[in-house]
């Protein structure tokens, strides 16, 4: 169970839960991704991490709207 910190705080800086969940587990997955290249051990879990930075403000929407790639849809053949 999430103790620290409250879900009220978390969602004022993210709109949705469903957006919040979504922005934390990218951002948890980029964390692991990176540690594992670089071969450092993380000093705690990447979901851990990555509910601190949206609580702190350091990640927010925008910004990993803005680190996503955009999908390119496949061509439909004529």
């Not at 450092?40 to 949206?54: D, F």
């Amino acid at each position: 169970m999430l103790l620290y910190p409250p879900i009220k705080e978390l969602l004022s800086q993210v709109p949705s839960r469903y957006m919040l969940v979504n922005l934390v587990a990218s951002r948890a997955r980029k964390l692991s991704s990176e540690a594992e290249v670089s071969g450092e051990p993380l000093e705690e879990k990447a979901v851990s991490l990555a509910i601190r930075e949206v609580a702190e403000g350091t990640l927010a929407v925008e910004e990993a709207e803005a680190a996503e790639p955009a999908e390119e849809e496949p061509a439909q053949p004529a």
